[in-house]
């Protein structure tokens, strides 16, 4: 008589339990959170199952349109020489490429970037550990934007108008036919063959400890790219995009908390502490981030996407990750009180 209980018992569960949903609902699911901090950080963190999905969605439709520019220190290097010789009109078979003053590009080139390389391919296919990015700059990197604005240049011929940016794309051309409108742009090589010189090798290994501008899902960071390499035979660069993204989305955390007026103050020197739980004499659990306890305040850090718990169970405590990255236990009671 018990074993038939038990018996319909585990029946009437199983009838009663949700079925799995096809890992196309979840990717659609995955697709449509707003928040891609959210994504990356928890979501992934749920399952393997959820890893999977959430990091086959990242590299389909968010690395697409995945680019990174060179600028600064770096770009400098590489074009002082090319802009510097053609401060005084010299002629690179295409005609007087033009004069322009040193002490006014300097301030351009710390201003707008240069050298836009963007997504391509993964390697391996199928694992896709590293995203392969090829320098390819097309017309709508020169138009006109909110802190572009124009450049007329005049001869004895005609008056040319220029956005900045593409003037000093311009100055880069030593094609026989120098490129003159944006539309042209794309028959230019000149900027690869800057970036890929043989005498810029040296150059090319500091990569790994500069800061780069990296355009991600619509969104502008300058990070430092771990990861990076420069391959110069076939003309490209590649990195492991998991670590870009760790990166990409830590940044955009920090910009968060200082935007945020109670997270201002919570540490100085701008590092997460642990979250510590300890247990009063009646048993009650409490929880203090940064010496920190009001509930209130741990709700808001929460929402604002400063804690994150893995699910991986560690005896009667659950593993909870600090901005920083740092683990430490915390009773499941609390974390429900918290989270």
């Known amino acids: ?20 949903l096809p890992p196309e609902i979840w990717a659609n699911v995955v697709r449509h959170v707003s928040d891609d901090c959210f994504a990356w950080f928890v979501l992934r963190r749920v399952c393997r199952f959820l890893r999977h999905i959430t990091e086959d969605v990242f590299s389909r439709y968010v690395l697409h349109n995945l680019t990174v520019r060179f600028a600064g220190e770096h770009a400098r290097r590489i074009l002082f020489d090319v802009w510097d010789w053609n401060e005084y009109g010299v002629d690179n078979g295409g005609g007087d490429i033009g004069y322009w003053p040193w002490e006014r590009v300097s301030p351009l080139q710390e201003q707008f970037a240069t050298f836009p390389f963007k997504s391509f391919t993964f390697s ?120 870009l993204c760790q990166s990409f989305y830590l940044n955009e955390l920090q910009c968060r908390r200082a935007a945020a007026p109670w997270l201002r103050y919570v540490s100085m020197d701008d590092a997460s502490g642990d979250v510590r739980v300890h247990e009063d004499e009646d048993g009650y659990h409490h929880a203090s981030f940064e010496g920190w306890r009001t509930q209130p305040f741990l709700e808001f850090l929460g929402r604002e996407g400063w804690l994150f718990w893995d699910q991986a169970p560690t005896g009667p405590y659950r593993r909870l990750r600090t901005r920083d990255g740092r683990v430490t236990a915390m009773d499941p009671d609390v974390l429900r009180r918290t989270a």
């Not at 209980?5 to 585990?10: I, Y």
Request: a negative charge; proline letters at 4%; charged letters at 30%.
């Open 1 to 20: 008589m018990a074993a038939n209980d038990r018996r319909e018992a585990v029946a009437s569960r199983s009838r009663s339990s949700t079925p799995s």
């Open 124 to 243: 391996p296919a199928d694992t896709k550990d590293r995203v392969i990015l090829t320098l390819r700059d097309q017309s709508i990197d020169y138009e006109a934007g909110t802190n572009d604005d124009y450049f007329v240049r005049g001869d004895w011929t005609r008056e040319c108008t220029y956005t900045r940016t593409f003037y000093l794309r311009r100055q880069c051309c030593t094609c026989d036919t120098r490129i003159e409108t944006t539309d042209e742009v794309a028959r230019c090589d000149c900027l690869a063959s800057l970036f890929f010189n043989p005498s810029s090798a040296d150059d090319l290994k500091r990569l790994i400890n500069e800061s780069h501008f990296v355009l991600l899902n619509d969104q502008l960071r300058s990070i430092p790219i771990p990861s990076i390499a420069v391959n110069e035979q076939t003309r490209a660069i590649s990195l492991d995009w998991r670590r």
